[in-house]
């Protein structure tokens, strides 16, 4: 579990850096994030691991990092 939850934050520091504005973000086992709890939930109902990791913006932020490129966003994400 502890390698899902280390590829899960890096993902989760990427929606964040990508939607600056979620305060918290759920992912599913296949690795699907929603901003709703209810919304990951009931797709991980449909998973054969019903697993659903809940990150908050604080615990994502230190690998998380932007980029501005010709005017345009590109979200890239750093090791620790």
Do not use: W
């Not at 913006?57 to 932007?66: D, F, L, R, T, W």
Request: charge should be positive; proline fraction near 4%.
């Amino acid at each position: 579990m502890a390698n899902n939850k280390s590829k899960f934050s890096k993902k989760a520091a990427a929606v964040f850096a990508a939607y600056p504005e979620m305060k918290e973000v759920h992912i599913t086992s296949d690795g699907t994030a929603f901003p709703g709890l209810c919304d990951a939930k009931n797709h991980a109902k449909t998973l054969k691991s019903k697993t659903v990791e809940s990150f908050r913006k604080s615990q994502a932020e230190p690998y998380a990092k932007v980029e501005t490129l010709d005017g345009g966003q590109v979200v890239t994400v750093k090791e620790n």
